[in-house]
């Protein structure tokens, strides 16, 4: 007589059972769902109400179009993408560079910590102006600008995710006679790294502001100064097309940081127990 097999005797004692159906099954769908709702919402609700105020997603598509075909949406785009990505990346490298040091150098976090706090604590806003007289209207401000807002939720979240790092793990380097570097960028960098990358997270959204803040200030060339003409000439559609850019070039980038989190760090995935 053969021995029944595992799997004959789990279907035999009815010890198997289904995984249960979850409403997360499809988040794509669930999503798709919750934005033609609320397009739908929008729609009945701008087409009743006062165009100067408040415009409908028809109308927004149809500004748009009007702005890709004429080239400016995509010529002051390409201004602000520009801002962003000096602005962002200089706040990324001196950050993680920063948190690194300060996380690991006592010394470092005394001499730098008072210094910080207080450029911290004072409002970005208020160092705008000042920052247009030194260096007037152009890239380098707006640069600046974004720099300064995006930069604290990096080095901030850095420096916590280094100080977070197990003893453990440095002592066993230092039993092989690993060197600081090679205990800084092989153990303490890649446990500190979901702390790094949910400050940069943080710092899109905080970055965008700033743009946003720099172009409002300067009101010259870029997204915010076309928000800044079509608000003042109370073209509604055209304002909520720059409005929407900023919405999608928003969940554009967050989407990106996940994606590369996901992709730097695949042991966190794992440790994670969200149903």
Same mark, same amino acid.
């Given at each position: 007589m053969a021995t029944p097999t595992d799997e004959q005797i789990i279907d035999e004692l009815g010890l198997r059972r289904e995984r249960a159906r979850s409403i997360y099954d499809h988040p794509n769908l669930i999503r798709a769902a919750s934005v033609l709702c609320f397009l739908a919402l929008w729609e009945v609700y701008? !087409? !009743?109400s006062d165009p100067l105020l408040l415009t409908y997603p028809t109308a927004v598509f149809w500004a748009a179009i009007q702005l890709i075909r004429t080239g400016e949406l995509l010529r002051q785009a390409a201004v602000s993408l520009a801002t962003l990505g000096v602005g962002f990346g200089v706040s990324i490298a001196l950050g993680v560079g920063l948190g690194l040091l300060t996380g690991r150098s006592r010394v470092a976090e005394a001499v730098l910590d008072p210094h910080l706090n207080a450029l911290y604590a004072t409002p970005q806003v208020a160092l705008t102006p000042l920052l247009m007289m030194w260096l007037g209207l152009g890239f380098a401000v707006k640069v600046v600008i974004i720099f300064? +807002? #995006? +930069?604290f939720p990096i080095l901030i979240n850095t420096t916590s995710g280094v100080k977070n790092v197990s003893a453990s793990l440095v002592e066993v380097g230092h039993a092989?006679?690993?060197?600081?570097r090679q205990i800084l960028f092989k153990v303490v960098? @890649? #446990? #500190?790294? @979901? +702390?790094?990358m949910a400050g940069i997270r943080l710092a899109v959204g905080r970055a965008l502001v700033g743009m946003v803040v720099a172009e409002l200030f300067t009101a010259i060339t870029g997204l915010g100064a076309m928000l800044t003409l079509y608000g003042n000439l109370f073209e509604t559609a055209k304002m909520f097309v720059v409005i929407v850019v900023f919405g999608l070039l928003g969940v554009g980038l967050i989407r990106a940081t996940q994606a590369l989190e996901t992709r730097m760090a695949r042991w966190k995935e794992t440790e994670r127990a969200n149903r």
């Open positions: 701008g !087409r !009743r300064l +807002f #995006a +930069f092989y006679l690993a060197s600081e960098f @890649p #446990a #500190a790294l @979901p +702390f790094i």
